[in-house]
């Protein structure tokens, strides 16, 4: 079974970091393009951060550049979203989700993709 699991979730307060971890089973993550997007209540999906199939690109969104890294370890199973200097405005689920190739790092070109369940951040001030 084709599943995606995401993990790491919870309280941060704000100026905080937080990583967090998705788990692939069913499949391996190499060769793949994997993004992280996030919807806060109220607000449309987002795209967070992107990574393509080969490593070399890799997109944040304007509210994350130079507060987030997007990786994938070497068990090729596994990638991560590391955010720093966490804000209020970070509150929101975080979903990883994989497609054959990076088009845009936007929910609708990730449509035909695996996505996981989601998980909850909070950031308090």
């Known amino acids: 079974q084709v599943q995606l699991v995401e993990s790491g979730g919870g309280f941060v307060r704000s100026g905080e970091s937080r990583r967090l971890t998705c788990v692939a089973s069913g499949f391996t993550l190499d060769n793949h393009a994997i993004g992280w997007f996030r919807q806060a209540p109220g607000k449309e999906r987002e795209g967070v951060a992107c990574?393509?199939?080969?490593?070399?690109?890799?997109y944040y969104a304007d509210s994350m550049k130079g507060r987030a890294t997007i990786s994938r370890g070497s068990d090729k199973s596994t990638a991560y979203l590391q955010m720093n200097s966490m804000k209020t405005e970070d509150t929101a689920v975080y979903y990883c989700a994989t497609d054959v190739y990076l088009q845009a790092c936007t929910p609708d070109d990730f449509r035909l993709g695996n996505w996981g369940q989601g998980t909850q951040v909070v950031v308090s001030s």
């Open positions: 990574i393509n199939n080969s490593d070399k690109y890799t």
